[in-house]
């Protein structure tokens, strides 16, 4: 079955390190995206891409980095800029943006500094 | 900016009870509207979805129907199940241009046995 595979399920991360989450999809999806959920709130938008080679920043960038180098694939870096990491994290992609399909999501990464 | 606010939660039920969970929206243009529920430790599944005013979205026995003249998009369940305990998400879609979606808070509901 097609789908979306995020791993690792749960990772920790030490003060100063980078991190990479990481995002497949099966679907042949143009568009994937990376959301940060935290407790008691929405979804709020990290990026996303339209295409391969190319992606925009969203509504929560900084600290944040990531690549779009197959069309399957999209990476997400937490880097040691991003002051209050620990939250879930999504990718989701959406197979035509404009014909309003909706999202589909995998099953999340739980990020936790210790 | 456009902007989802839901009901806040948690709603707690009984098992067969009618549930509704109120969504409103602000947008310029005209949205396509969705709601979504998330498992507990999973990641959110498009529940229902409505592209235009006067559409019902339908799936699973739950039911939205897109009101623009009150800016609304309501979930309802004439009868609900404890497996329907979960966090449901409002959402639009901005159709004119960068095609980023919006989510709402989220309503927690528990449904007891």
């Known amino acids: 079955d097609g789908g979306i595979t995020q791993s690792p399920k749960y990772l920790f991360r030490k003060e100063g390190q980078n991190v990479t989450l990481s995002c497949e999809q099966n679907l042949n999806h143009d568009a994937m995206y990376w959301y940060r959920q935290d407790p008691g709130q929405g979804l709020r938008l990290i990026y996303y891409s339209q295409i391969v080679n190319d992606f925009q920043k969203g509504d929560i960038a900084e600290g944040y980095s990531v690549s779009r180098e197959k069309k399957e694939s999209f990476p997400l870096t937490v880097t040691s800029a991003q002051k209050n990491p620990t939250a879930f994290y999504l990718c989701?992609?959406?197979?035509?943006?404009?014909?309003?399909?909706?999202?589909?999501f995998g099953s999340g990464t739980r990020l936790t500094v210790v | 900016g456009d902007s989802v606010t839901q009901m806040e939660g948690p709603v707690t039920l009984s098992e067969e009870a009618c549930l509704t969970i109120n969504c409103t929206y602000t947008a310029t243009g005209y949205p396509s509207l969705f709601w979504y529920v998330q498992y507990p430790g999973e990641g959110l599944q498009l529940l229902l979805k409505?592209?235009?005013?006067?559409d019902k979205g339908s799936n699973k026995g739950f039911e939205a129907t897109y009101r623009k003249e009150t800016t609304s998009f309501h979930l309802e369940k004439g009868s609900v199940q404890v497996s329907d305990s979960a966090v449901y998400f409002c959402?639009?879609?901005?159709?004119?241009?960068?095609?980023?979606?919006?989510f709402g808070a989220g309503t927690r509901l528990f449904v007891k046995a």
């Open positions: 959402a639009l879609s901005d159709n004119t241009g960068g095609f980023k979606t919006i």
């Open positions: 409505a592209t235009k005013a006067d």
């Open positions: 989701a992609s959406n197979r035509d943006p404009s014909a309003n399909y909706g999202y589909t």
